[in-house]
């Protein structure tokens, strides 16, 4: 298979990547930098994905597009969010189109549901909250539009954790513990949130290239845990007992995605337990 990457040096992307290119498949990536090393079975392209004529460096036909570059962070840029998110979106939509494309994967966030004190499932509606993700949304709509031209599917990622993140939440957390400072929490320990692992994420993005796919999928852990509960992992990890400030502001909401359809979809054994992709996540050293 010939798939096309966006975002490919990035947290994800670095393993998606490399696992695909293992299974034969070959991989162009897309990326801003420059003097990168060859990788078997890998064709590196320097290209701005915020610049209208990226697309017109990409080869002439493939079969699948996976599209995990994206603007985030804080403070949130509308007009940045807007190019990167969605419009980068809307022209590989379009470059799908002419390339012959068969599947479109999308990296998405639960962060458009707006949250919930119940599991969200996909035939929920999207009430984004904030302008990251309601780029998000605004991105899946264009998917729904394309749906006749081309198989689509969004991945919703919940709290996706591992080696090589940085300045997330789960990387903070392990930062604050092993330096000493204050895990601040709301309410006990909102949100809640069910965690996935790096590994298991790049694992789902490559399935969704090779099996039937439904257009919305949420790819979370099978652990739902409170911050405090997180925290508490990080510091058995560690050997340091982390140190709690409860606040009395109002939590936020909690971010739990429902999996049923990820089970039924792929038929998934057990993901990667939070105790281990912790454990695997500080060995590396990130976070500190």
């Known amino acids: 298979m010939k798939v096309v990457v966006t975002g490919a040096t990035g947290f994800i992307g670095s393993r998606l990547r490399q696992l695909l290119a293992a299974q034969g498949h070959a991989v162009t990536a897309i ?8 990788e078997p079975g890998l064709s590196w392209v320097i290209s701005d994905i915020t610049d209208p004529a990226f697309v017109d460096v990409l080869p002439d036909t493939a079969d699948a597009v996976v599209h995990l570059a994206q603007a985030g962070g804080s403070p949130l840029d509308e007009a ?11 022209r590989l939509l379009d470059y799908s189109r002419r390339a012959g494309v068969r599947r479109f994967v999308l990296a998405s966030s639960g962060s458009v549901y707006g949250g919930s004190p119940d599991p969200l499932a996909e035939t929920q509606p999207r009430r984004p909250p904030d302008a990251y993700a309601r780029s998000k949304a605004d991105a899946e709509a264009l998917l729904d539009q394309a749906r006749s031209d081309v198989s689509v599917c969004a991945l919703r990622l919940f709290a996706p954790y591992g080696t090589g993140q940085n300045g997330r939440l789960i990387a903070d957390l392990i930062g604050r513990v092993s330096a000493g400072r204050p895990v601040t929490l709301y309410d ?6 069910n965690p996935i692992y790096v590994a298991d994420v790049a694992a789902i993005f490559v399935r969704a290239l090779e099996s039937p796919v439904p257009p919305v999928l949420n790819v979370a852990g099978d652990e739902v845990l409170s911050i405090r509960d997180m925290a508490e992992t990080v510091g058995r990890a560690l050997g340091i007992p982390p140190v709690f400030e409860e606040t009395p502001d109002e939590p936020p909401p909690d971010l739990v995605g429902d999996t049923t359809l ?25 976070g500190r």
């Open 80 to 90: 940045v969010l807007s190019a990167v998110n969605v419009e980068s979106t809307r």
């Open 262 to 286: 990820l089970r039924q979809t792929f038929g998934l054994g057990n993901l990667t337990p939070f105790d281990d992709g912790i454990a695997a996540t500080i060995a590396s050293g990130s």
């Open 188 to 193: 006990g320990g909102h949100p809640k949130l």
């Open 31 to 38: 990326v801003r930098a420059t003097a990168l090393s060859p």
